[in-house]
């Protein structure tokens, strides 16, 4: 009856069906971190299903038959990806029991490298301890690891985040888990090329599946085509013989790959290609973008009822169009940023979005931002003349949020400015924003401040229909921020966004700890520098003459003077080290509320010789004084109120220019000072601790130069250009949903 079924469903010639399974590693004995994969007994229950109900044919012969339309009827191919030793063990014997072919897709990596990224996040979370390991990307609530089923979930949810990340983030964050392993951490045996020709020679066809298997739409054109071409280069030398079947890693079409990415394989020489979606092929299928799935059944009735219904579902592809490549080109990015803090204002997120938009695709991205500073009333100075000298569109209006006032006397007042005034301003904003979204076509809104902004943002997504991304830096979660109208919404707004970006770990955890966010929903983008204006670079000796800092050990600190920053503890600390270096000099570079008990500080513990309050400087003279000091010191701290650093862009601008750099121990600092690595980490609140860091580090030239030189490195890897990248790409991921 079943043969039946499916001969009526796939009958013989031109109206024939191909089903293509797809498996990955088939271990003899089940793992109770990976329950998802079928051990050796299921896949030899489902082998035997398949023996006596289909024609199982060699992938590339069944794709012949397919073009010239002689399918045979009931026609089945098995895949397999990755590359696992236990197939020879299990999968290869069990197959040539019943003289049943199969292709292998391969990841070459593995044959002299590390082992498959996948299979790492595995054997780290097994070797976690069961409390206190650090998880990147919002994992943080993952506390207790001592229940096999946290583990299971945590390894699930890692693979999914970490393979859309580029793959220097990618490893970077599987080495920190592997770090903190709690026990040996134990890989599966290589797969190497002695094990692609056991295969080969077995009979089996051997296809590609790229060298590190990253996901292609989140590679350069470059990175992909070595990916694809590299991995058949290094196949047909081992197997001495034609590799002419790839499969996309990942393989779901436009979210993993995209039209581009099937040229390169054309280009590369392979004849014929399979995805990751379900449907069965028939005869007017791209042979590029071959559907295949995973059975999920373990009993006869069970397979049945999968795979039958597999041949009903529409197959997802990538469709061709009118075009030189043949394949329709993706939605092109165009991307509003919505930023009340912009330059000229100063300030991190400020240098975060103008370094974004700095460095995206020309015509991807444009800036509304206002005019009036709601802090002061006052009209920004020289944003005509900061606007005309960027390669990008900024438009302005008076205001984007209202202005800063004094708490109202009572519930009247209230009312009278939410009516006569917010309301007024709200309209006013919408209309302007609006009409630069239809006028411009823009599908991507990106909103800056998460209070002010965000209603914004949702209603020109509901008007408009364009996707939704909130940036957030981590204060704005972290404190209880208070707001006419949109003060006590956080969540709902974070809640309303297609994706929320987030500048570090500690953002990450925040919103999904205090404000219920589901971690993929996040995006974590650390902050970048501009290395090509921060740099190492000589003293300006003008500088060092106006202070009269010849012959002085230069300690510097860049901030907003608010007691976050922990600078009245560096005074302190200040204090205590010219007792025994009194060739130290410290400059504080910056403006802010907190400059007046600053001042008191100083002169109550009498160091205004060894102390200078240097104000407000220009983009330019920032970076002068970067390279002027021998240290960079920012004890941060977390308030009472949970006010704190979401990351932390300066001590990378500190690195950028070749120093070392100490920072406090709190928020999301910790991630941009690694301790020991590019800076020293100390409690923020302690000017001994303060103190004693900064003896080390002036004392040990060598400690010195080492956190210099790592920082300098850490600093030109994570730079500007990368984090437009990373943007634009989440943009163009969005918008492969639309």
Same mark, same amino acid.
């Given at each position: 009856?079943?043969?039946?079924?499916?001969?009526?469903?796939?009958?013989?010639?031109? =109206?024939?069906?191909?089903?293509?399974?797809?498996?990955?590693?088939?271990?003899?004995?089940?793992?109770?971190?990976?329950?998802?994969?079928?051990?050796?007994?299921?896949?030899? =229950?489902?082998?035997?299903?398949?023996?006596?109900?289909?024609?199982?044919?060699?992938?590339?012969?069944?794709?012949?038959?397919?073009?010239?339309?002689?399918?045979?009827?009931?026609?089945?191919?098995?895949?397999?990806?990755?590359?696992?030793?236990?197939?020879?063990?299990?999968?290869?014997?069990?197959?040539?029991?019943?003289?049943?072919?199969?292709?292998?897709?391969?990841?070459?990596?593995?044959?002299?490298?590390?082992?498959?990224?996948?299979?790492?996040?595995?054997?780290?979370?097994?070797?976690?301890?069961?409390? /206190?390991?650090?998880?990147?990307?919002?994992?943080?609530?993952?506390?207790?690891?001592?229940?096999?089923?946290?583990?299971?979930?945590?390894?699930?949810?890692?693979? +999914?985040?970490? =393979?859309?990340?580029?793959?220097?983030?990618?490893?970077?964050?599987?080495?920190?888990?592997?770090?903190?392993?709690?026990?040996?951490?134990?890989?599966?045996?290589?797969?190497?090329?002695?094990?692609?020709?056991?295969?080969?020679?077995?009979?089996?066809?051997?296809?590609?599946?790229?060298?590190? #298997?990253?996901?292609?739409?989140?590679?350069?054109?470059?990175?992909?085509?070595?990916?694809?071409?590299?991995?058949?280069?290094?196949? +047909?030398?081992?197997?001495?013989?034609?590799?002419?079947?790839?499969?996309?890693?990942?393989?779901?079409?436009?979210?993993?790959?995209?039209?581009?990415?099937?040229?390169?394989?054309?280009?590369?020489?392979?004849?014929?290609? !399979?995805?990751?979606?379900?449907?069965?092929?028939?005869?007017?299928?791209?042979?590029?973008?071959?559907?295949?799935?995973?059975?999920?059944?373990?009993?006869?009735?069970?397979?049945?009822?999968?795979?039958?219904?597999?041949?009903?579902?529409?197959?997802?592809?990538?469709?061709?169009?009118?075009?030189?490549?043949?394949?329709?080109?993706?939605?092109?990015?165009?991307?509003?940023?919505?930023?009340?803090?912009?330059?000229?204002?100063?300030?991190?997120?400020?240098?975060?979005?103008?370094?974004?938009?700095?460095?995206?695709?020309?015509?991807?991205?444009?800036?509304?931002?206002?005019?009036?500073?709601?802090?002061?009333?006052?009209?920004?100075? /020289?944003?005509?003349?900061?606007?005309?000298?960027?390669?990008?569109?900024?438009?302005?209006?008076?205001?984007?949020?209202?202005?800063?006032?004094?708490?109202?006397?009572?519930?009247?007042?209230?009312?009278?400015?939410?009516?006569?005034?917010?309301?007024?301003?709200?309209?006013?904003?919408?209309?302007?924003?609006?009409?630069? !979204?239809?006028? #411009?076509?823009?599908?991507?809104?990106?909103?800056? +401040?998460?209070?002010?902004?965000?209603?914004?943002?949702?209603?020109?997504?509901?008007?408009?229909?364009?996707?939704?991304?909130?940036?957030?830096?981590?204060?704005?979660?972290?404190?209880?921020?208070?707001?006419?109208? #949109?003060?006590?919404?956080?969540?709902?707004?974070?809640?309303?966004?297609?994706?929320?970006?987030?500048?570090?770990?500690?953002?990450?955890?925040?919103?999904?700890?205090?404000?219920?966010?589901?971690?993929?929903?996040?995006?974590?983008?650390?902050?970048?520098?501009?290395?090509?204006?921060?740099?190492?670079?000589?003293?300006?000796?003008?500088?060092?003459?106006?202070?009269?800092?010849?012959?002085?050990?230069?300690?510097?600190?860049?901030?907003?003077?608010?007691?976050?920053?922990?600078?009245?503890?560096?005074?302190?600390?200040?204090?205590?080290?010219?007792?025994?270096?009194?060739?130290?000099?410290?400059?504080?570079?910056?403006?802010?509320?907190?400059?007046?008990?600053?001042?008191?500080?100083?002169?109550?513990?009498?160091?205004? =010789?060894?102390?200078?309050?240097?104000?407000?400087?220009?983009?330019?003279?920032?970076?002068?004084?970067?390279?002027?000091?021998?240290?960079?010191?920012?004890?941060?701290?977390?308030?009472?109120?949970?006010?704190?650093?979401?990351?932390?862009? !300066?001590?990378?601008?500190?690195?950028?220019?070749?120093?070392?750099?100490?920072?406090?121990?709190?928020?999301?600092?910790?991630?941009?000072?690694?301790? /020991?690595?590019?800076?020293?980490?100390?409690?923020? +609140?302690?000017?001994?601790?303060?103190?004693?860091?900064?003896?080390?580090?002036?004392?040990?030239?060598?400690?010195?130069?080492?956190?210099?030189?790592?920082?300098?490195?850490?600093?030109?890897?994570?730079?500007?250009?990368?984090?437009?990248?990373?943007?634009?790409?989440?943009?163009?991921?969005?918008?492969? #949903?639309?």
């Amino acid at each position: 009856m079943i043969k039946n079924l499916f001969s009526f469903m796939s009958p013989a010639g031109q =109206k024939g069906r191909l089903t293509v399974l797809l498996f990955h590693k088939v271990p003899r004995i089940a793992d109770s971190l990976t329950p998802s994969e079928p051990n050796l007994a299921q896949f030899e =229950k489902t082998l035997d299903f398949l023996e006596e109900n289909f024609n199982v044919l060699p992938l590339s012969e069944a794709i012949t038959s397919l073009k010239r339309g002689s399918l045979p009827e009931r026609s089945m191919s098995i895949t397999l990806d990755d590359g696992y030793s236990d197939w020879l063990q299990t999968v290869a014997p069990a197959l040539l029991r019943r003289n049943l072919p199969a292709t292998f897709f391969i990841s070459t990596e593995q044959f002299s490298g590390p082992a498959l990224w996948h299979e790492r996040i595995v054997s780290a979370v097994r070797a976690l301890p069961d409390q /206190g390991a650090i998880l990147p990307f919002g994992f943080g609530s993952y506390s207790d690891l001592g229940n096999c089923s946290n583990r299971v979930k945590l390894i699930l949810e890692l693979q +999914e985040r970490l =393979k859309y990340q580029p793959l220097h983030i990618r490893l970077e964050e599987i080495s920190a888990l592997e770090a903190q392993a709690g026990l040996p951490l134990e890989y599966p045996n290589r797969f190497d090329s002695d094990s692609v020709r056991a295969l080969h020679s077995s009979g089996f066809e051997i296809g590609g599946h790229t060298i590190r #298997h990253p996901i292609l739409n989140e590679c350069t054109h470059e990175e992909a085509m070595t990916e694809i071409g590299g991995c058949r280069e290094e196949l +047909e030398a081992v197997i001495r013989g034609e590799v002419s079947l790839f499969a996309y890693p990942n393989g779901r079409p436009l979210k993993d790959f995209n039209g581009t990415h099937v040229e390169m394989v054309k280009a590369c020489g392979y004849k014929a290609a !399979v995805a990751t979606c379900n449907g069965a092929a028939n005869s007017s299928s791209d042979i590029y973008q071959l559907p295949r799935f995973s059975p999920w059944g373990t009993t006869t009735s069970r397979m049945t009822l999968h795979i039958a219904r597999n041949m009903f579902v529409p197959m997802k592809a990538i469709p061709k169009e009118e075009s030189p490549t043949g394949y329709q080109d993706e939605l092109p990015v165009k991307c509003l940023l919505i930023a009340n803090t912009f330059p000229p204002i100063h300030g991190g997120s400020a240098v975060v979005y103008e370094n974004l938009c700095q460095y995206m695709s020309p015509g991807t991205i444009r800036v509304l931002a206002p005019k009036i500073n709601y802090l002061t009333s006052e009209e920004i100075p /020289g944003w005509r003349e900061h606007d005309a000298l960027k390669p990008y569109p900024i438009d302005r209006i008076p205001l984007l949020r209202p202005l800063m006032m004094p708490a109202s006397a009572n519930i009247f007042i209230s009312l009278y400015r939410f009516l006569f005034q917010d309301l007024i301003l709200y309209t006013r904003v919408l209309f302007a924003a609006g009409r630069l !979204v239809r006028r #411009h076509k823009i599908n991507v809104v990106c909103i800056g +401040e998460l209070v002010a902004g965000s209603w914004i943002g949702i209603a020109l997504r509901r008007i408009f229909g364009c996707k939704l991304i909130i940036y957030v830096h981590g204060e704005e979660v972290t404190t209880t921020t208070g707001g006419r109208l #949109h003060g006590n919404r956080r969540k709902d707004f974070l809640l309303a966004a297609d994706k929320i970006v987030a500048v570090s770990s500690f953002t990450c955890d925040a919103l999904t700890r205090e404000m219920g966010v589901e971690p993929d929903k996040l995006e974590l983008i650390q902050n970048g520098v501009d290395t090509t204006k921060f740099s190492p670079g000589l003293r300006n000796e003008q500088l060092v003459a106006m202070h009269g800092l010849e012959e002085k050990k230069i300690i510097l600190t860049v901030a907003r003077l608010v007691p976050r920053k922990g600078i009245d503890c560096a005074i302190k600390a200040i204090s205590e080290v010219v007792r025994s270096r009194p060739d130290v000099h410290y400059l504080i570079v910056g403006e802010g509320p907190y400059k007046e008990s600053l001042k008191a500080l100083i002169q109550q513990h009498d160091i205004s =010789k060894f102390v200078t309050l240097v104000g407000m400087v220009s983009d330019v003279e920032l970076i002068d004084y970067f390279r002027l000091c021998d240290l960079f010191l920012m004890p941060n701290r977390t308030m009472p109120d949970g006010d704190t650093e979401g990351f932390g862009l !300066v001590f990378r601008e500190a690195n950028a220019c070749g120093k070392p750099v100490i920072g406090g121990r709190a928020g999301g600092v910790v991630e941009a000072v690694i301790d /020991g690595q590019n800076g020293l980490l100390v409690d923020g +609140e302690s000017p001994y601790l303060i103190a004693e860091a900064i003896l080390r580090v002036l004392n040990d030239d060598t400690l010195s130069k080492r956190l210099a030189e790592n920082g300098l490195a850490l600093a030109q890897n994570n730079n500007t250009q990368s984090v437009a990248a990373q943007f634009e790409k989440l943009c163009t991921r969005m918008l492969r #949903h639309a």
